[in-house]
């Protein structure tokens, strides 16, 4: 079946530092894929999403390129800030093709505490 | 515009006590619904799913059970609840593509701390 490997965390940065998370996956045929935010004490929030290879996702700051060749989808940020502390999810949908009904497969989360 | 919500947002209920949590979707029609949960120090895992009123798709064996009266009313329940039913519950939407294949992402309410004491 379908799965997501993110790297382990906790992920500790100071502020302005560089921030690469990692994600991958193991999918059959062409899912689409995205990056979840939880703030504490919140649910999820879409950050960014990419629906085909070569595609790349970004948003306030973040970017995410889809790798078919490397099955990857990393989360980058040039210059973090305290207020992007939060969990990262990577999650991938619609591996199997065919209607997968949007449903979500999620890595592990990667905790993210930036210091000032 | 959609909005999903979620109640309560924390609950502290004994052990064999049932369990009723609702979730509500605005501004959309026919979506598909999810319940997800994520225990502590673990990701999150896909518990249900429905494509439609009274459709509903068990992911996982367990002591919980959902049900879809209405387009957009998702209830997740449980007769007795056990010490492992704590973790954070969460409901999502997500619209159906227009084709085979096509994924829309899911849209997530604010969640539900269950703590079984």
């Known amino acids: 079946g379908d799965s997501v490997t993110q790297m382990e965390g906790p992920v500790t940065l100071s502020e302005e530092a560089f921030l690469t998370i990692n994600c991958t996956y193991t999918?059959?045929?062409?899912?689409?894929l995205f990056w979840y935010v939880q703030y504490p004490g919140e649910g999820l929030q879409l950050l960014l999403k990419?629906?085909?290879?070569?595609d790349k996702g970004s948003n306030k700051g973040f970017e995410a390129t889809y790798r078919k060749e490397t099955t990857s989808f990393h989360l980058e940020k040039g210059s973090v800030q305290v207020s992007d502390s939060a969990v990262y999810f990577c999650?991938?949908?619609?591996?199997?093709?065919?209607?997968?009904?949007?449903?979500?497969?999620f890595g592990q989360g990667t905790i993210l505490t930036v210091h000032p | 515009s959609q909005t999903i919500h979620q109640w309560p947002a924390t609950l502290v209920q004994p052990v064999g006590s049932p369990l009723s949590l609702e979730c509500t979707v605005e501004?959309?029609?026919?979506?598909?619904l999810y319940w997800y949960r994520q225990a502590a120090g673990r990701g999150l895992q896909l518990l249900f799913y429905?494509?439609?009123?009274?459709?509903i798709s068990s992911e996982v064996p367990q002591n919980l059970s959902a049900s879809r009266p209405q387009d957009r009313q998702f209830i997740l329940s449980s007769k007795k609840l056990l010490l492992s039913d704590s973790g954070f519950y969460l409901c999502?939407?997500?619209?159906?593509?227009?084709?085979?294949?096509?994924?829309?992402?899911?849209?997530f309410g604010q969640g539900t701390r269950l703590t079984v004491v």
């Open positions: 999502a939407w997500s619209g159906k593509g227009q084709f085979v294949g096509l994924n829309t992402e899911a849209f």
């Open positions: 999918a059959t045929g062409y899912p689409s």
């Open positions: 990419a629906t085909k290879a070569d």
């Open positions: 999650a991938l949908s619609g591996g199997a093709g065919g209607t997968s009904y949007g449903k979500l497969t």
């Open positions: 501004g959309t029609s026919n979506p598909n």
């Open positions: 429905s494509v439609g009123i009274g459709q």
